[in-house]
């Protein structure tokens, strides 16, 4: 796994990212949801300028860059959700982006990346090509730099000032912080930083079933890719191979629960966000939702749950609504 530095991320620089965010872009609102006898609080992070919350961790890392960096570019890694995020920052900051894309990424997030001015470079997921090789040999013959979409200390620390906005959101409407954060969770960038940003906090990745690097990773105690063959799963923003050394080493004394949901569970609950909280959630922005609202995570008295992303092709979308499962 490719990371930019040996620099190892930390809570100062999740509130100097935080600082940087709150500059930049106004807080995305935390919204009160009954479960039950229990009121749960959801961050709807689909609402950011690119639909989600990976702007952060993009804004944070390219902004640190000194002159020599930007005028190299950048080059980052995704399924569409980073993308988006990376080219939104390099293009405010007169950068440029290439971004490494699967070729079964979303339509609407190819179109996206390309019309914030990236060049996207794609590759053959399905047909098992090495998307990190790829970015390799793009970064070496530019002498760009990387910008991981979870294997960054910058961007680790930037998706955790997701928590710093919902632990103040919280105690002014709530009159206390979070002692429960639900997110979900691809290589574990907002799982780390949400660690990092509440560290009073239990933190509770949510993988889709069969995606689960973070859980074989924990209860391994080093880094553990996903098994041969994986399911099909409509969280495409939930698909790396393995996660990092450097997530894993954040959440290692902070995790003690991993939760998986279903394909039907993750529908589930994009229906309940759209009809309960009038929100579009996109599949893998909806899987900390499922796993609460099937009871796979146990509410608190100071529950947040993280909508991560609402980047959906609206044919999809409307399917979803129009299911039964």
């Known amino acids: 796994m490719m990371t930019n530095s040996s620099r190892q991320p930390d809570r100062a620089g999740v509130l100097r990212a935080a600082e940087k965010i709150a500059a930049l872009l106004p807080p995305t609102p935390l919204l009160p949801l009954q479960i039950g006898d229990r009121t749960i609080w959801c961050k709807a992070e689909n609402l950011q300028p690119v639909g989600a919350f990976k702007i952060r961790g993009a804004w944070h890392r390219l902004t640190d860059l000194d002159q020599a960096e930007r005028t190299c570019g950048v080059v980052g890694v995704s399924s569409g959700n980073h993308a988006q995020g990376v080219a939104w920052a390099a293009r405010r900051l007169g950068i440029a982006a290439t971004i490494v894309m699967p070729v079964d990424a979303p ?60 632990a103040a959101q919280m105690e002014k409407l709530d009159g206390g912080g979070p002692d429960l954060l639900v997110c979900p969770c691809g290589g574990g960038g907002l799982s780390a930083g949400l660690a990092l940003a509440c560290p009073d906090a239990s933190v509770v990745p949510v993988e889709p079933e069969g995606w689960d690097t973070m859980r074989r990773s924990l209860a391994a105690g080093e880094v553990t890719p996903i098994g041969a063959d994986p399911p099909a799963t409509p969280c495409d923003s939930l698909q790396p191979m393995s996660t990092s050394a450097i997530n894993l080493g954040v959440l290692k004394n902070r995790v003690n629960l991993v939760a998986t949901v279903t394909p039907a569970e993750v529908r589930a609950a994009q229906r309940l966000a759209f009809s309960r909280l009038r929100l579009v959630v996109e599949p893998g922005g909806a899987a900390a939702l499922a796993a609460v609202l099937t009871g796979k995570v146990a509410v608190t008295e100071r529950t947040a749950v993280v909508l991560s992303g609402g980047n959906t092709d609206p044919a999809a979308f409307a399917q979803v609504l129009l299911g039964s499962d």
């Open 107 to 166: 339509r609407v997030k190819l179109d996206a990346t390309r019309a914030l001015g990236a060049q996207v470079v794609l590759y053959d997921r399905p047909g098992g090509e090495d998307r990190e090789a790829v970015a390799a040999r793009l970064v070496a013959e530019s002498g760009a730099t990387l910008v991981h979409a979870f294997a960054d200390p910058w961007v680790i620390e930037g998706q955790g000032s997701t928590g710093i906005e919902i």
